[in-house]
């Protein structure tokens, strides 16, 4: 009957998108809108938690569409450079585990999760979101540490995006207790109420890609594929 019939139907657009997936999209295009039903200048339902991960000082959950990364934050006690003794560090991870999609395998971190790294730490850095002076307990000898895990539980594109918020999310979210110095500079936490970080400023990301010589906003991981450039 009728569900037979739209069963086939899903399944035959479904073999012809793997089979001819640029034909398939430029279908879409000619429309001016996307697979998912998007226009193409829509960016994906966008969702942030945050707190979740109590033992961390601060965490987000980020989710555009179903790209999905979550972020926490662990602050520790370390040592100041020699030559900047009041900054203290803020130290982006991002991982792409093998749970996430098949085209990453387990071990080695990717190519592409050490790409991102690099370019979070560089991004925020060169921002001044957070000035590390503000991370000094004691000049010379203790700073706070504060180091941003970032985990990729589902990638179906634009992670650059979700990781960007990921970020901002999480360190808004952190809070750090007052530390008292002792005469051999070990340092404490005070029972007081933490404080949140002083961000100076937020940022955020909006990626493009040109598929078929039209501009998109937001694009899915087969979107991407399908880009002549990002």
């Not at 569900?3 to 035959?12: P, Y």
């Not at 093998?98 to 387990?106: D, W």
């Not at 901002?168 to 207790?177: E, F, Q, S, V, Y």
Request: net charge negative.
């Amino acid at each position: 009957g009728f569900c037979c019939f739209s069963l086939c139907e899903e399944m035959e657009a479904t073999a012809f998108q793997k089979i001819h997936p640029i034909e398939y999209y430029r279908r879409f295009l000619a429309q001016q809108i996307r697979p998912d039903g998007r226009p193409l200048s829509r960016a994906r339902r966008t969702t942030v938690t945050c707190g979740s991960v109590t033992t961390a000082n601060g965490s987000a959950l980020v989710k555009y569409g179903h790209t999905t990364i979550l972020a926490g934050v662990k602050a520790q006690v370390g040592v100041p450079p020699e030559e900047n003794p009041d900054h203290g560090y803020l130290v982006i991870n991002f991982e792409l585990p093998s749970l996430c999609s098949p085209e990453y395998q387990p071990g080695k971190p990717s190519e592409k999760a050490q790409a991102l790294t690099e370019y979070l730490n560089e991004v925020i850095a060169k921002a001044d979101v957070l000035r590390l002076s503000d991370l000094c307990i004691e000049s010379g000898a203790l700073v706070w540490v504060l180091y941003v895990d970032m985990y990729c539980l589902e990638d179906d594109g634009n992670l650059l995006d979700a990781a960007v918020l990921a970020v901002m999310a999480a360190l808004r979210n952190t809070r750090l207790p007052d530390v008292e110095v002792n005469e051999r500079s070990e340092a404490h936490a005070s029972a007081a109420r933490p404080n949140p970080l002083n961000l100076l400023r937020t940022l955020c990301s909006l990626t493009f890609a040109i598929v078929e010589r039209v501009l998109i906003v937001d694009p899915t991981r087969e979107e991407e594929k399908l880009a002549s450039s990002l």
